[in-house]
C-alpha cells in the first residue's frame, strides 16, 4: 500500500517561513525581562533627615557615602544624584541634592522639600 500523503491547505502552504518567524517573534515581544536600573547614590529618608548644617565632611561621607559627582571646579559642593528606572514600567524617578561646605564643614544643603518617596532598594550583590 503506498503512502498517502495528504495536501496541505492552501492557505498554510502559500505563508512563508518568514512570515512565521516575524509572528513568532512579535508574540514573544512581551515575555521579555527588563530589569530595575539603579544609578548614583541611594540615600533613604532617615540619612537625610540627620544630615545637618556644621557636619564634617567625614560626617557627611560616613552618613551619605562619597558623592556622586565631586565638582572639579569648585572643591566645597558635593552633588548626590540617584537615578531609578523600574524594568516592568519603565517609570523614572530622580533625586538630586547638594551639599555645600565651608571651612570643611557644611554650611548649605540644597535638597527637596518633603520627605522623599520611598523606592525599591538596590540589590546587594550575594543576596
Request: with cysteine; aromatic share 10%.
Amino acid at each position: 500500500m503506498a503512502h498517502l500523503r495528504t495536501p496541505l491547505p492552501r492557505r498554510l502552504s502559500a505563508c512563508p517561513p518568514v512570515a512565521l518567524a516575524v509572528v513568532c517573534a512579535a508574540l514573544m515581544t512581551g515575555c521579555v525581562y527588563r530589569i530595575n536600573i539603579h544609578q548614583g547614590n541611594f540615600v533613604e529618608q532617615k540619612a537625610l533627615d540627620q544630615l545637618s548644617v556644621g557636619m564634617t565632611r567625614s560626617q557627611v561621607r560616613f552618613l551619605l557615602g562619597t558623592p556622586m559627582v565631586a565638582d572639579a571646579f569648585d572643591n566645597n559642593r558635593w552633588d548626590y544624584y540617584y537615578y531609578f528606572k523600574d524594568g516592568k514600567t519603565r517609570h523614572v524617578e530622580e533625586r538630586h541634592f547638594i551639599v555645600y561646605f565651608e571651612d570643611d564643614k557644611v554650611s548649605k544643603i540644597d535638597k527637596p522639600m518633603g520627605d522623599l518617596k520611598p523606592l525599591p532598594k538596590p540589590a546587594t550583590p550575594g543576596a
